[in-house]
């Protein structure tokens, strides 16, 4: 059984390795875990003793396959949980993240399967983030950052890039939700800000922001 720092750090190198496809970095990962390199360095050597890790001074790190097995494991069961606090108990999708990275660590699979058919086998947690089946499968989907979209073009909101409280509350106060139809008016060469019109009315959106919303363009 892995302990719940190991299974932390399989996660983190999942994600960081699916945002650009590299071998993870040991300052990539102190950063996104808020510890020492030193300490970094000690774990992933303990994780390649267990076959979790494929791990090179000075090269980065990835995962082995048993690794991103794992690592995919505690991420279904994490998405599976907001999906639960969301749809069954009522929290807002701002308040469910910090809850499920303490319920991810629940070690019975027969609990996690038995929450996926108690949720109807759901395909994507509140955040619009795939959820991996039992297998570690997912679907892949279309999508693309608002910020790439160009004036005239449209899309559906499908997901978050940042899920932090802060990023999620602003979205609440905007009327900014997963399904929402986005159609971008202008687009600002200065600061890269857009104007964006959904529900009859027109928001100007920061750079910052659209480069945290995923987008199903509309063909």
């Known amino acids: 059984m892995l302990s719940l720092a190991e299974e932390n750090y399989l996660k983190a190198i999942y994600h960081l390795h699916h945002e650009n496809s590299k071998a993870v970095s040991t300052n990539d990962l102190s950063s996104i875990l808020e510890t020492k390199a030193s300490s970094v360095t000690d774990m992933l050597k303990k994780l390649a003793d267990k076959n979790l890790v494929v791990y090179k001074k000075y090269q980065g790190v990835k995962l082995s396959d048993r690794g991103e097995t794992t690592a995919l494991k505690v991420i279904r069961k994490h998405r599976l949980w907001e999906v639960f606090l969301v749809e069954k108990l009522n929290f807002n999708w ?89 159609i971008v008016k202008e687009k600002e060469s200065f600061d890269q800000s857009m104007l964006v019109a959904y529900d009859d009315k027109a928001l100007r959106l920061s750079e910052q922001a659209t480069q945290n919303l995923y987008i199903k363009p509309n063909s």
């Open 94 to 182: 701002d308040e469910v993240h910090e809850i499920a990275e303490q319920l991810e660590h629940i070690q019975s699979e027969k609990l996690t399967d038995e929450l996926d058919r108690f949720l109807d086998y759901p395909k994507r947690d509140p955040h619009g983030d795939p959820i991996p089946n039992k297998d570690g499968q997912f679907a892949v989907a279309n999508k693309t950052m608002l910020s790439e979209l160009e004036i005239g073009e449209s899309g559906v909101c499908v997901g978050v890039k940042d899920s932090s409280p802060a990023f999620l509350n602003y979205l609440d106060k905007q009327a900014i939700a997963l399904g929402k139809t986005l």
